[in-house]
């Protein structure tokens, strides 16, 4: 069975960082690819990061370049999103997810991605 579970949520003051974590279970880390999404009240579920099934390549939203870094490790099955310089503009509910591994970092969006993460918060407030 499929699952994905994200953890490492939190309040922060801006420019702090933090580190989300998605446990992902019944699959391997290149059977699928791993994305980043986030939501915040009112807005539409946006991509964040991706990280290919096939070859590892990232990708990021140009919102969070330079801030955010997504890495995976095999051994624990977990991806993870580094965030650094935190914005108050990056608070939302952020979505681990799971897509195919070649094509979905490049049509990163809602509607092609197959299995989703219960979400977990991410307050930036001074």
């Known amino acids: 069975q499929v699952k994905l579970v994200e953890s490492g949520g939190g309040l922060v003051q801006p420019g702090r960082s933090l580190r989300l974590s998605c446990a992902v279970f019944?699959?391997?880390?290149?059977?699928?690819?791993i994305g980043w999404f986030r939501q915040a009240p009112g807005k539409e579920r946006e991509g964040v990061s991706c990280?290919?099934?096939?070859?590892?390549?990232?990708h990021y939203a140009d919102s969070v370049k330079g801030r955010f870094t997504i890495s995976r490790d095999f051994a624990s099955k977990t991806v993870y999103l580094q965030m650094n310089n935190l914005e108050l503009v990056d608070s939302a509910v952020y979505y681990c997810a799971a897509g195919p591994p070649v094509k979905y970092c490049s049509s990163f969006n809602v509607p092609n991605t197959e299995h989703w993460g219960q979400g977990t918060q991410v307050t930036v407030s001074s």
């Open positions: 019944g699959f391997t880390l290149d059977y699928y690819a």
């Open positions: 990280i290919s099934g096939s070859d590892g390549s990232t």
